[in-house]
C-alpha cells in the first residue's frame, strides 16, 4: 500500500486519511486529567479493545507503538475541552503491513488510518518480542549453527543482540523489516556474555518471513574470553567497609507539591508527562514573578538519540542505533529504588505504556522527583560594609533511566532556584565488545587483553518549543570577539561581543564554536526588561563534536540533525522528530532537512530549538567491566528574563550545630 492509504481502500489517494469508522463508544470511568496527562492503563486497555473490535489488532498484529497523542497548542491554550486521542503503530507480523492510527478515545472512533510504505518511510519501531526472535529464528538456521560449529558452539551457549539494520547497499534488503545479530558466549544463565564476542561472524534476519537472509563469516578468530560478572568476588575483591552512611533527611517533606501531574516548586511550575518513545516531556514550564506567571518553554523533551559506531569492520560498519526512534527509551525506562537509584524524599510517578499487544503494562517508580542541595548560590563578605552573607542553592530534579541492550541511560531534567535550567544525560552500563584486532588498530580501544570496544558516539537532540514572555521568540547568536590593540584600545585590554540575528530556517543551522563562547539567546521579540532589552534565556553548549561520519555516509543522511548542534524551526503541530517519524530503517533524510526546506522565517516566530549535543567515546580500561556513569548535557540560564537576581528572597539557612558563633542574635548564615 502506498503511505497516506487508508488501510482497506488501496485505490484511494494520498489526501483520503480520515475513516469515520465507529464501533462501540469507549467508555473511560477514570476522573478527568490534565489534556497532556499520559494515556493510564485503562485507556489502553480501551484503545486496545476498540482496535480489537474493528478488526485491526489480530493475531498475528502487533503493537508498536502507543501513547497520548498531544492536543493541539492553540486549542490547549484556548482552555476549550479537547478529545483525549491515542496515536497507535500496528505492525502485521505475518506479512509486514504497517499502519498508523490515530483513536479518539473521548468519542470512541478512529479518525485516521494510514498504510505506512516501508520502501517509502521506514520499518515501525522495533518489538520487545523480536529481541526474543531473532535468537529462535537463528538457531533454526544450518547457516547459523555451521558457523557456531567452527567455533566450537551451539546455539543454545550464545545470546544474540538484536541491532537495528539501517540502510546500506546490501543487496535485496529494500523494504525488508531486518535485524542483524551479533553472537556472544553466554555459556552459564546469569553470567555476564559482554565479555565474551564471537567475532567475525553477523546474521542479517528478515523478521517477517523469520529466516536468515544473509551471514558474513570470515571464520574462526582467536576470540578473547574476559570474566565481565562485574559483582563477582573474584574481580570486586573484598569490598570497602570505611564507606559510612549518607543521609539525606527532609524533615518537614519536600518543597514541591505535585497535583495529579502538575509539579510546583519554588516559583517553578510545569507538567509532567511521559512517552513511550521520547521517555520524559516537561511542558508549560513557568515561573512566577513576583505574582506575575512568566511562560518559558512549551514543550521540552529528547527527541531523539543516535549511537553511531566508528569501526568499519564488515560485522560492524552498519552500527548505528536510535535508541529513542528504534527501540523506544521511554517504553524500556527502568523501575527505580529507593536508595539505590535515587536518594532523599523521594516522589514516584508510575507512567503506563502498552506492551507488544496493547495490553497496559506500568513501569513502577518509573519517574523520581526530588530536589537536593547544590552548593552555594551566592555568596559575599564585604569589609567596607562588614558584613558577609551566603545563600545555599537547591536544585528540582525529575529523571528517569533506560536501558536499551547493553547500555543504560538516565535523562535529568534540573530547575533551579535562580531560574536556569539544565539537562543531563547520563551513560553507564556495558560497552559494545569484539575481538581487539592488535596493536595499533585505530578503530578501537583495547579494555581488557584481547577485547576490543569499538569509537563510538552517543549523540542526543533536544527538542525546546520555546516560549520565552509568549510565542513571539527570535534566536541571537553570540560570539566573544577580540579587538586589537589600537586606537581605542591603546593598551589591547579591550574584548566586545557580536551578535547575529538568525533570520530563517536555513541560516539557524549552527555549530558551536568553543574559541569564540558561541552561545544562543531566545529572546522575546515583544517584551523588555528593566535596562529595555530583550527578555531572554539563554543555551549554552557543551560544544563537543558532531557526529563524526563521512558527510555522505548513510548514517548522516538518516541522523542529519546531529550533523549541526543548533537547529530552529519555525513551530508546526507534525514537526515532533529530528530524524523522522518511522527512524527504524529510515529512508532518504527524513525530519530536520524536511522540515527546513521552505526555510520559513523564524524571527519573532513561534520557534523551535532543536539543540544536538553527546559524547564521543573512546573507551578506556576503566570504562571495563562497566563503565563509570558519563555525563553530557546543556544549559538554558535567563539573561535579562528578570530585573534583578530572582533569588534574592531565599532565606538564609541556620548554622549547623558546632559551626560559627552566633552573632547579634543571629543564627543563620
Not at 314 to 332: A, C, H, I, K, M
Amino acid at each position: 500500500m502506498k503511505q497516506g492509504v487508508p488501510a482497506g481502500t488501496p485505490d484511494a489517494p494520498d489526501t483520503a486519511v480520515l475513516e469515520s469508522i465507529v464501533i462501540t463508544p469507549i467508555v473511560l470511568t477514570a476522573q478527568r486529567t490534565h489534556p497532556l496527562d499520559p494515556l493510564s492503563a485503562s485507556e489502553i486497555t480501551a484503545v486496545r479493545d476498540h482496535l480489537v473490535a474493528e478488526g485491526r489488532l489480530g493475531d498475528t498484529v502487533r503493537v508498536a507503538y502507543l501513547s497520548l497523542r498531544e492536543p493541539e497548542k492553540a486549542l490547549l491554550r484556548g482552555g476549550v475541552d479537547v478529545p483525549r486521542e491515542a496515536r497507535v503503530i500496528l505492525l502485521d507480523t505475518a506479512n509486514g503491513d504497517t499502519t498508523d492510527v490515530l483513536v479518539d478515545l473521548t468519542n470512541g472512533r478512529t479518525v485516521t488510518a494510514v498504510a505506512v510504505d516501508p520502501l517509502v518511510t521506514g520499518q515501525a519501531p522495533v518489538l520487545f518480542e523480536e529481541f526474543e526472535a531473532i535468537e529462535s529464528i537463528l538457531a533454526a538456521d544450518a547457516g547459523w549453527q555451521a558457523a557456531l560449529a567452527t567455533r566450537g558452539l551451539t546455539p543454545d551457549q550464545v545470546r544474540v543482540a538484536p541491532l537495528s539494520a539501517g540502510i546500506f547497499d546490501y543487496e535485496g534488503e529494500e523494504g525488508r523489516r531486518l535485524l542483524r545479530g551479533l553472537a556472544f558466549v553466554q555459556k552459564e544463565p546469569g553470567q555476564y556474555a559482554w565479555g565474551n564476542p564471537v567475532d567475525q561472524l553477523v546474521a542479517f534476519v528478515d523478521m517477517i518471513e523469520r529466516r536468515v537472509v544473509q551471514i558474513i563469516d570470515d571464520g574462526p578468530s582467536d576470540d578473547p574470553i574476559s570474566n565481565g560478572n562485574f559483582e563477582s568476588p573474584e574481580l570486586t575483591g573484598a569490598l570497602r567497609t570505611d564507606l559510612k552512611p549518607l543521609q539525606i533527611i527532609q524533615p518537614e517533606g519536600p518543597s514541591f507539591t505535585l497535583e495529579g501531574n502538575v509539579l510546583s516548586w519554588q516559583k517553578w511550575d510545569m507538567h509532567i508527562g511521559f512517552d513511550a518513545r521520547e521517555g520524559l516531556v516537561i511542558g508549560q514550564i513557568g515561573f512566577d514573578d513576583h505574582g506575575i506567571r512568566r511562560s518559558i518553554i512549551d514543550r521540552a523533551s529528547i527527541a531523539e538519540m543516535v549511537v553511531p559506531y566508528g569501526d568499519p569492520a564488515p560485522y560492524r560498519s552498519w552500527q548505528n542505533y536510535f535508541d529513542t526512534g528504534e527501540y523506544l527509551v521511554g517504553r524500556d525506562a527502568n523501575s527505580l529504588e529507593l536508595g539505590c537509584d535515587c536518594l532523599g524524599e523521594i516522589t514516584y510517578l508510575s507512567p503506563v505504556v502498552a506492551d507488544d499487544f496493547g495490553n497496559p503494562r506500568e513501569i513502577t517508580q518509573g519517574i523520581c522527583i526530588h530536589e537536593e542541595d547544590f552548593g552555594l548560590l551566592w555568596k559575599h563578605t564585604d569589609d567596607w560594609a562588614g558584613h558577609s552573607s551566603s545563600r545555599r542553592q537547591r536544585r528540582l530534579v525529575v529523571s528517569f533511566f533506560t536501558t536499551v541492550g547493553n547500555y543504560d541511560y538516565g535523562f535529568y531534567w534540573y530547575f533551579y532556584l535562580d531560574g536556569t535550567i539544565q539537562f543531563e544525560a547520563k551513560a553507564t552500563g556495558i560497552v559494545f565488545t569484539a575481538r581487539y584486532p592488535g596493536e595499533g588498530y585505530p578503530y578501537a580501544s583495547q579494555i581488557a587483553p584481547g577485547l576490543g570496544a569499538p569509537f563510538h558516539q552517543h549523540l542526543f537532540c533536544a527538542r525546546l518549543d520555546m516560549a520565552v514572555d509568549g510565542d513571539r521568540n527570535a534566536v541571537h547568536e553570540l560570539d566573544l570577539q577580540r579587538v586589537p590593540k589600537g586606537e581605542g584600545n591603546p593598551h589591547g585590554n579591550a574584548f566586545t561581543r557580536s551578535r547575529r540575528v538568525l533570520g530563517t530556517e536555513s541560516e539557524a543551522r549552527r555549530k558551536a564554536d568553543g574559541l569564540a563562547g558561541r552561545v544562543w539567546e531566545v529572546v522575546s521579540t515583544e517584551k523588555t526588561n528593566i535596562v529595555g532589552e530583550p527578555v531572554a534565556y539563554t543555551l549554552i553548549p557543551q560544544g563537543l563534536p558532531t557526529l563524526a561520519a563521512a558527510e555522505d555516509s548513510s548514517i548522516s543522511r538518516r541522523a542529519a540533525f546531529a550533523t549541526e548542534h543548533l537547529w530552529v524551526t519555525r513551530f508546526a503541530e507534525d514537526e515532533r522528530y529530528p530524524a523522522g517519524d518511522f527512524v527504524n530503517q529510515s529512508v532518504g533524510s527524513p525530519g530536520l532537512p524536511e522540515f527546513i526546506a521552505a526555510d520559513r522565517t523564524i524571527d519573532g516566530e513561534d520557534i523551535v530549538l532543536w539543540h544536538s549535543f553527546g559524547l564521543t567515546h573512546f573507551p578506556r580500561v576503566e570504562d571495563w567491566p562497566i563503565m563509570p556513569v558519563d555525563y553530557t548535557g546543556f544549559t538554558l540560564k535567563p539573561t535579562g528574563f528578570f530585573d534583578a537576581n530572582p533569588a534574592l528572597d531565599v532565606p538564609p539557612s541556620p548554622r549547623a550545630e558546632g559551626g560559627s558563633h552566633c552573632e547579634s542574635g543571629s543564627c543563620h548564615c
